[in-house]
Protein backbone atom coordinates (compact mmCIF):
# COMPACT_ATOMS: atom_id res chain seq x y z
CA UNK A 1 0.00 0.00 0.00
CA UNK A 2 1.31 3.47 -1.01
CA UNK A 3 1.94 5.31 2.14
CA UNK A 4 -0.22 8.92 2.72
CA UNK A 5 1.76 11.81 3.67
CA UNK A 6 0.05 13.61 5.91
CA UNK A 7 -0.98 17.24 4.54
CA UNK A 8 1.22 19.47 5.77
CA UNK A 9 -0.20 22.63 7.91
CA UNK A 10 0.70 26.00 6.10
CA UNK A 11 2.70 27.76 8.80
CA UNK A 12 2.85 31.38 6.77
CA UNK A 13 0.54 32.87 8.44
CA UNK A 14 2.52 31.98 11.92
CA UNK A 15 4.85 34.90 11.90
CA UNK A 16 1.51 37.24 11.04
CA UNK A 17 -0.22 36.18 13.85
CA UNK A 18 2.87 36.49 16.33
CA UNK A 19 3.62 39.78 15.23
CA UNK A 20 0.51 40.98 16.05
CA UNK A 21 0.55 40.09 19.08
CA UNK A 22 4.19 41.60 19.43
CA UNK A 23 3.11 45.06 18.55
CA UNK A 24 0.16 44.49 20.82
CA UNK A 25 2.60 43.88 23.84
CA UNK A 26 5.04 46.04 22.69
CA UNK A 27 2.27 49.03 22.67
CA UNK A 28 1.41 48.79 25.92
CA UNK A 29 4.27 47.93 27.54
CA UNK A 30 5.82 50.39 30.37
CA UNK A 31 9.13 49.01 31.85
CA UNK A 32 8.89 49.70 35.27
CA UNK A 33 12.01 52.00 36.18
CA UNK A 34 10.28 54.30 39.13
CA UNK A 35 13.04 55.54 41.50
CA UNK A 36 12.90 57.42 45.05
CA UNK A 37 14.37 58.62 48.09
CA UNK A 38 13.57 55.46 50.60
CA UNK A 39 12.92 57.07 53.96
CA UNK A 40 11.27 55.68 56.70
CA UNK A 41 8.65 57.78 58.75
CA UNK A 42 8.18 57.16 62.68
CA UNK A 43 5.74 55.45 64.75
CA UNK A 44 3.25 57.08 66.27
CA UNK A 45 3.98 56.77 70.02
CA UNK A 46 1.37 57.94 72.18
CA UNK A 47 3.28 57.23 75.23
CA UNK A 48 4.25 60.23 76.83
CA UNK A 49 7.98 60.06 77.07
CA UNK A 50 10.33 63.04 78.77
CA UNK A 51 12.05 63.69 74.89
CA UNK A 52 16.08 63.45 75.57
CA UNK A 53 17.56 66.65 76.23
CA UNK A 54 19.57 66.86 72.74
CA UNK A 55 22.71 69.71 72.91
CA UNK A 56 22.08 72.51 70.60
CA UNK A 57 25.73 71.86 69.46
CA UNK A 58 24.30 68.49 68.21
CA UNK A 59 21.24 69.81 66.17
CA UNK A 60 21.83 71.22 62.46
CA UNK A 61 18.28 72.84 61.44
CA UNK A 62 17.15 73.10 58.04
CA UNK A 63 14.02 75.31 57.71
CA UNK A 64 12.52 76.44 54.39
CA UNK A 65 10.15 79.11 54.24
CA UNK A 66 7.31 79.48 52.33
CA UNK A 67 9.13 81.34 49.88
CA UNK A 68 11.18 78.28 49.56
CA UNK A 69 14.87 80.33 51.36
CA UNK A 70 16.73 77.80 53.52
CA UNK A 71 17.50 78.72 56.69
CA UNK A 72 20.36 76.68 58.00
CA UNK A 73 21.15 77.31 61.63
CA UNK A 74 19.99 80.42 62.09
CA UNK A 75 21.61 81.90 58.93
CA UNK A 76 20.48 81.89 55.08
CA UNK A 77 22.02 79.38 53.10
CA UNK A 78 21.70 78.67 49.17
CA UNK A 79 20.97 75.01 48.24
CA UNK A 80 24.26 74.35 46.09
CA UNK A 81 26.18 75.07 50.44
CA UNK A 82 23.78 72.85 52.13
CA UNK A 83 25.26 69.59 51.28
CA UNK A 84 29.00 70.97 52.36
CA UNK A 85 27.53 72.10 55.19
CA UNK A 86 25.85 68.95 56.55
CA UNK A 87 29.30 66.99 55.50
CA UNK A 88 30.93 69.37 58.12
CA UNK A 89 28.35 69.02 60.62
CA UNK A 90 28.28 65.42 60.79
CA UNK A 91 31.91 64.65 60.32
CA UNK A 92 33.05 67.29 62.94
CA UNK A 93 33.67 64.99 65.93
CA UNK A 94 34.31 67.25 68.35
CA UNK A 95 33.94 65.19 71.28
CA UNK A 96 32.51 61.52 72.41
CA UNK A 97 29.94 59.27 71.52
CA UNK A 98 27.65 58.46 74.52
CA UNK A 99 29.86 55.09 74.85
CA UNK A 100 32.51 57.88 75.46
CA UNK A 101 34.48 57.12 72.29
CA UNK A 102 35.96 59.84 70.42
CA UNK A 103 35.37 59.68 66.60
CA UNK A 104 38.69 58.61 65.08
CA UNK A 105 37.31 58.35 61.47
CA UNK A 106 36.38 61.65 61.37
CA UNK A 107 38.01 63.60 59.37
CA UNK A 108 36.52 67.26 60.10
CA UNK A 109 37.52 70.03 62.15
CA UNK A 110 37.19 69.12 65.61
CA UNK A 111 34.78 72.17 66.49
CA UNK A 112 34.10 71.98 69.85
CA UNK A 113 31.00 74.19 69.30
CA UNK A 114 29.69 72.00 66.41
CA UNK A 115 28.37 68.27 66.66
CA UNK A 116 30.61 66.00 69.28
CA UNK A 117 30.09 62.53 67.03
CA UNK A 118 28.17 61.11 64.16
CA UNK A 119 26.63 59.47 66.48
CA UNK A 120 24.67 62.17 68.29
CA UNK A 121 24.40 64.36 65.54
CA UNK A 122 21.18 65.30 64.39
CA UNK A 123 19.68 66.72 61.43
CA UNK A 124 16.47 68.43 62.25
CA UNK A 125 14.35 69.72 59.24
CA UNK A 126 10.86 71.83 59.24
CA UNK A 127 9.03 73.34 56.50
CA UNK A 128 6.29 75.72 55.69
CA UNK A 129 2.87 74.01 54.82
CA UNK A 130 3.55 76.45 51.50
CA UNK A 131 6.53 75.37 50.84
CA UNK A 132 6.42 73.66 47.62
CA UNK A 133 7.22 69.69 47.21
CA UNK A 134 10.01 70.24 44.76
CA UNK A 135 12.28 72.49 46.70
CA UNK A 136 11.57 69.94 50.22
CA UNK A 137 12.44 66.58 47.64
CA UNK A 138 16.00 69.22 46.57
CA UNK A 139 16.18 69.60 50.60
CA UNK A 140 16.05 66.01 51.47
CA UNK A 141 18.33 65.14 48.73
CA UNK A 142 20.70 67.03 49.64
CA UNK A 143 20.45 66.11 53.15
CA UNK A 144 20.96 62.16 51.85
CA UNK A 145 23.61 62.95 49.84
CA UNK A 146 25.70 64.00 52.54
CA UNK A 147 24.96 60.87 54.53
CA UNK A 148 25.92 58.65 51.15
CA UNK A 149 29.05 61.01 50.67
CA UNK A 150 30.45 60.12 54.41
CA UNK A 151 29.10 56.60 54.01
CA UNK A 152 30.85 56.20 50.84
CA UNK A 153 34.30 57.36 52.11
CA UNK A 154 34.01 55.05 55.22
CA UNK A 155 32.91 51.83 52.75
CA UNK A 156 36.46 53.17 50.56
CA UNK A 157 38.40 53.42 53.46
CA UNK A 158 37.63 49.69 55.13
CA UNK A 159 36.43 47.81 52.28
CA UNK A 160 38.22 48.95 49.18
CA UNK A 161 40.29 45.69 49.12
CA UNK A 162 37.22 43.68 48.21
CA UNK A 163 35.65 45.75 45.33
CA UNK A 164 39.41 47.27 44.00
CA UNK A 165 37.09 47.85 40.93
CA UNK A 166 34.28 49.60 42.31
CA UNK A 167 33.66 53.19 41.19
CA UNK A 168 31.68 53.83 44.50
CA UNK A 169 32.53 50.97 46.85
CA UNK A 170 28.99 51.18 49.17
CA UNK A 171 27.20 51.48 46.29
CA UNK A 172 28.71 48.39 45.21
CA UNK A 173 28.07 46.82 48.39
CA UNK A 174 24.54 47.17 47.85
CA UNK A 175 24.05 46.72 44.51
CA UNK A 176 25.24 42.98 45.32
CA UNK A 177 22.82 42.79 48.43
CA UNK A 178 20.54 43.38 45.77
CA UNK A 179 21.60 40.87 43.77
CA UNK A 180 22.24 37.89 46.55
CA UNK A 181 18.84 39.35 47.94
CA UNK A 182 17.71 35.22 48.08
CA UNK A 183 20.91 33.93 49.41
CA UNK A 184 21.35 35.91 52.52
CA UNK A 185 25.56 37.39 52.80
CA UNK A 186 26.20 38.01 56.82
CA UNK A 187 28.82 39.13 56.15
CA UNK A 188 27.87 41.77 53.61
CA UNK A 189 24.90 42.37 55.31
CA UNK A 190 27.05 42.81 58.66
CA UNK A 191 29.67 44.82 57.08
CA UNK A 192 27.16 46.95 55.20
CA UNK A 193 25.59 47.48 59.13
CA UNK A 194 29.02 48.17 60.10
CA UNK A 195 28.94 51.80 57.24
CA UNK A 196 25.51 52.38 57.99
CA UNK A 197 26.77 52.54 61.85
CA UNK A 198 29.45 54.79 61.22
CA UNK A 199 26.72 57.76 60.08
CA UNK A 200 23.41 56.57 61.34
CA UNK A 201 20.94 58.46 59.45
CA UNK A 202 19.43 60.46 61.85
CA UNK A 203 17.40 62.91 59.98
CA UNK A 204 14.09 63.91 62.07
CA UNK A 205 11.44 65.78 60.24
CA UNK A 206 9.39 68.50 62.13
CA UNK A 207 5.79 68.62 61.27
CA UNK A 208 4.65 72.00 60.11
CA UNK A 209 2.64 74.99 61.99
CA UNK A 210 -1.08 74.47 61.44
CA UNK A 211 -2.02 78.25 60.57
CA UNK B 1 13.54 28.45 -24.07
CA UNK B 2 16.90 28.22 -23.40
CA UNK B 3 17.39 32.22 -21.95
CA UNK B 4 14.67 31.10 -19.55
CA UNK B 5 16.68 28.32 -18.23
CA UNK B 6 20.20 29.92 -17.90
CA UNK B 7 17.84 31.99 -15.61
CA UNK B 8 16.88 29.74 -13.46
CA UNK B 9 20.03 28.26 -12.68
CA UNK B 10 21.28 31.57 -11.63
CA UNK B 11 18.17 33.02 -8.99
CA UNK B 12 19.26 32.58 -5.61
CA UNK B 13 17.38 30.26 -3.18
CA UNK B 14 15.00 32.03 -1.52
CA UNK B 15 15.16 32.66 2.38
CA UNK B 16 14.04 30.16 4.36
CA UNK B 17 11.47 31.90 7.01
CA UNK B 18 10.61 29.29 8.90
CA UNK B 19 12.67 30.84 11.84
CA UNK B 20 10.85 33.76 11.86
CA UNK B 21 7.80 32.75 14.11
CA UNK B 22 10.40 31.75 16.41
CA UNK B 23 11.58 34.88 17.04
CA UNK B 24 9.07 36.89 16.71
CA UNK B 25 7.63 34.67 19.52
CA UNK B 26 10.84 35.17 21.32
CA UNK B 27 10.59 38.92 21.42
CA UNK B 28 6.47 38.91 21.97
CA UNK B 29 7.01 36.21 25.34
CA UNK B 30 9.46 38.82 26.17
CA UNK B 31 7.09 42.36 25.82
CA UNK B 32 4.18 39.52 27.17
CA UNK B 33 6.78 39.52 30.85
CA UNK B 34 7.92 42.96 30.68
CA UNK B 35 4.28 44.14 30.25
CA UNK B 36 2.65 45.73 33.20
CA UNK B 37 -1.05 47.25 31.94
CA UNK B 38 -1.62 50.68 33.26
CA UNK B 39 -4.53 50.28 35.74
CA UNK B 40 -4.31 53.96 36.95
CA UNK B 41 -4.64 56.74 34.49
CA UNK B 42 -4.12 59.97 36.29
CA UNK B 43 -6.55 62.84 36.95
CA UNK B 44 -3.53 65.38 37.84
CA UNK B 45 -0.74 66.61 36.82
CA UNK B 46 2.56 64.60 38.31
CA UNK B 47 5.21 66.12 37.22
CA UNK B 48 7.76 64.65 39.93
CA UNK B 49 10.78 66.14 41.14
CA UNK B 50 14.32 65.22 40.21
CA UNK B 51 17.06 63.74 42.90
CA UNK B 52 20.19 61.98 42.62
CA UNK B 53 20.28 60.24 45.35
CA UNK B 54 18.06 57.62 44.10
CA UNK B 55 17.05 53.78 45.12
CA UNK B 56 14.93 51.58 43.20
CA UNK B 57 11.81 50.94 43.86
CA UNK B 58 10.78 47.49 44.51
CA UNK B 59 7.14 47.53 42.65
CA UNK B 60 6.08 44.47 43.98
CA UNK B 61 5.53 45.75 47.16
CA UNK B 62 4.73 49.08 46.56
CA UNK B 63 1.42 50.94 47.22
CA UNK B 64 1.42 53.94 45.05
CA UNK B 65 -0.33 57.18 45.95
CA UNK B 66 -0.70 59.95 44.07
CA UNK B 67 -0.76 63.79 44.44
CA UNK B 68 -1.10 67.35 42.55
CA UNK B 69 -3.60 69.67 40.97
CA UNK B 70 -6.48 68.05 38.74
CA UNK B 71 -5.23 67.93 35.61
CA UNK B 72 -7.23 70.11 32.32
CA UNK B 73 -9.82 67.46 31.55
CA UNK B 74 -10.76 67.34 35.41
CA UNK B 75 -11.08 71.20 35.97
CA UNK B 76 -14.49 70.64 37.17
CA UNK B 77 -12.57 69.28 40.75
CA UNK B 78 -10.96 72.84 41.23
CA UNK B 79 -7.33 74.22 41.11
CA UNK B 80 -5.92 73.10 44.74
CA UNK B 81 -3.84 69.78 44.79
CA UNK B 82 -5.90 66.49 45.30
CA UNK B 83 -4.31 63.21 46.83
CA UNK B 84 -5.39 60.10 43.78
CA UNK B 85 -5.74 56.52 44.61
CA UNK B 86 -6.19 54.36 41.80
CA UNK B 87 -8.25 55.25 39.81
CA UNK B 88 -10.40 58.11 41.84
CA UNK B 89 -9.85 61.29 43.95
CA UNK B 90 -9.94 60.71 47.77
CA UNK B 91 -9.89 62.92 50.81
CA UNK B 92 -7.26 62.87 53.10
CA UNK B 93 -9.46 60.71 55.37
CA UNK B 94 -9.62 58.33 52.97
CA UNK B 95 -6.10 57.31 53.16
CA UNK B 96 -5.97 55.15 55.93
CA UNK B 97 -8.16 52.92 54.90
CA UNK B 98 -7.34 52.92 51.24
CA UNK B 99 -3.93 51.84 52.35
CA UNK B 100 -5.31 49.21 54.32
CA UNK B 101 -7.38 48.09 51.09
CA UNK B 102 -3.69 48.41 48.78
CA UNK B 103 -2.36 46.16 51.48
CA UNK B 104 -4.64 43.38 51.61
CA UNK B 105 -4.63 43.16 48.02
CA UNK B 106 -0.85 42.06 48.07
CA UNK B 107 1.08 39.14 48.55
CA UNK B 108 0.58 37.88 52.28
CA UNK B 109 4.53 37.51 52.59
CA UNK B 110 5.17 40.91 51.37
CA UNK B 111 2.78 42.67 53.65
CA UNK B 112 5.10 43.37 56.52
CA UNK B 113 7.27 44.81 53.94
CA UNK B 114 4.85 47.39 52.58
CA UNK B 115 6.26 50.54 50.86
CA UNK B 116 4.26 53.42 50.12
CA UNK B 117 5.27 55.25 46.51
CA UNK B 118 4.41 58.83 46.71
CA UNK B 119 4.12 60.48 43.69
CA UNK B 120 3.60 64.15 43.95
CA UNK B 121 3.84 66.97 41.95
CA UNK B 122 6.66 69.29 42.44
CA UNK B 123 4.58 72.33 42.49
CA UNK B 124 2.37 70.53 45.34
CA UNK B 125 2.44 72.39 48.70
CA UNK B 126 4.52 70.51 51.48
CA UNK B 127 2.00 70.86 53.82
CA UNK B 128 -0.39 68.06 52.01
CA UNK B 129 2.90 65.63 51.91
CA UNK B 130 3.33 66.24 55.67
CA UNK B 131 -0.37 65.29 55.96
CA UNK B 132 -0.49 62.27 53.53
CA UNK B 133 2.55 61.13 55.86
CA UNK B 134 0.27 62.04 59.15
CA UNK B 135 -2.20 59.32 57.72
CA UNK B 136 0.38 56.92 56.74
CA UNK B 137 1.85 56.83 60.38
CA UNK B 138 -1.47 56.53 61.18
CA UNK B 139 -2.36 53.56 59.05
CA UNK B 140 0.92 52.23 60.43
CA UNK B 141 2.48 52.46 56.66
CA UNK B 142 6.05 53.81 57.90
CA UNK B 143 8.25 52.97 54.99
CA UNK B 144 8.04 55.88 52.11
CA UNK B 145 9.76 56.23 49.21
CA UNK B 146 9.44 59.98 46.97
CA UNK B 147 9.51 58.77 44.10
CA UNK B 148 11.58 61.32 41.72
CA UNK B 149 12.98 61.50 38.66
CA UNK B 150 16.85 60.81 38.19
CA UNK B 151 18.98 64.11 38.01
CA UNK B 152 22.31 62.90 36.25
CA UNK B 153 25.38 63.61 38.90
CA UNK B 154 27.06 66.18 37.45
Keep these: MAKRAAPEVNAGSMADIAFLLLIFFLVTTTIAKDKGLLRSLPPIDDSIVEPPIIKQKNLFTVLINRNNQLLVEDEEMPLEDLRKAAIAFLDNGGGTNPAGESCDYCKGEKDESSSDHPEKAIISMKHDRETTYEKYMDVQNELVAAYNFLREREADRLYRKYYPEADKVFTAMLEEKEKNQFSKDEKLNERIETIKNLFPMKLSEAEPDKN | ?154
Design chain 2, 1 to 154: MSKFRKKDKGEMPAISTASLPDIVFMLLFFFMVATVMRDSSLMIENKLPSADQVEKLKKDRTIFIYAGKPSSQYKQFGEEPRIQFNDAFIGLEDVQSSIYQGISEMNEELQSKVVVGLKIDKSTNAGLVSDIKQELRKANALKVMYIANTKKVE
